[in-house]
T-cell receptor, first 108, second 115 residues
Framework: KNEVEQSPQNLTAQEGEFITINCSYSVGISALHWLQQHPGGGIVSLFMLSSGKKKHGRLIATINIQEKHSSLHITASHPRDSAVYICAVIEAGNQFYFGTGTSLTVIP | EPEVTQTPSHQVTQMGQEVILRCVPISNHLYFYWYRQILGQKVEFLVSFYNNEISEKSEIFDDQFSVERPDGSNFTLKIRSTKLEDSAMYFC?????????????FGQGTRLTVV
């Protein structure tokens, strides 16, 4: 049983392309995080969402609570964006559920 | 910017030994979490902790695992008798509260290698 589903699992893009990563979840949530993990393992939180849309620089995250779906968009992608992107939801009961991650490679 | 810190960054231990992984959450945070990532696999929730007790735990968090907040700053994960399959990255996180719009902050992880 997967409480959080991400797609695609792997994504290769040319520098400058617009990228979308999707996350669907089945549990009731109090918040959703988009995380970035670089080789070497460290995790950085990009966004925390509970509704609507957030934007940081070239990154945009949206969430539709009714549809239980979130998307992470990267505009004008760059090789330094290459990383694993993980969707993580914090369930109303305070437990974390993680997606399997999307491995993004941006080619110059 | 405040951050969650974890020590050590890498620990190698013999199978059957006890290990303690340490985390220093952000100082005014009240909710604490441990999770792990076996190499090549997805991140898995282990346990959440609030008000000096476990609030949620996963099936992975069996009797060989325990957590403690021994003082006002540290949050530790103890593995009593390590197994080869405990080799993973262990991440700590903290939040100021448990409700909506309270962001989780993540540590950089401890890579545990059981030999």
């Amino acid at each position: 049983k997967n409480e959080v589903e991400q797609s695609p699992q792997n994504l290769t893009a040319q520098e400058g392309e617009f990228i979308t990563i999707n996350c669907s979840y089945s549990v009731g949530i109090s918040a959703l995080h988009w995380l970035q993990q670089h080789p070497g393992g460290g995790i950085v939180s990009l966004f925390m969402l509970s509704s609507g849309k957030k934007k940081h620089g070239r990154l945009i995250a949206t969430i539709n609570i009714q549809e239980k779906h979130s998307s992470l968009h990267i505009t004008a992608s760059h090789p330094r964006d290459s990383a694993v992107y993980i969707c993580a939801v914090i369930e109303a009961g305070n437990q974390f559920y993680f997606g399997t991650g999307t491995s993004l490679t941006v080619i110059p | 910017e405040p951050e969650v810190t974890q020590t050590p960054s890498h620990q190698v231990t013999q199978m059957g030994q006890e290990v303690i992984l340490r985390c220093v959450p952000i100082s005014n945070h009240l909710y604490f979490y441990w999770y792990r990532q076996i190499l090549g696999q997805k991140v898995e929730f282990l346990v959440s902790f609030y008000n000096n007790e476990i609030s949620e735990k996963s099936e992975i968090f069996d009797d060989q695992f325990s957590v403690e907040r021994p003082d006002g700053s540290n949050f530790t994960l103890k593995i009593r008798s390590t197994k080869l399959e405990d080799s993973a990255m262990y991440f700590c996180a903290s939040r100021v509260g448990g409700g909506l719009n309270t962001e989780a902050f993540f540590g950089q992880g401890t890579r545990l290698t059981v030999v």
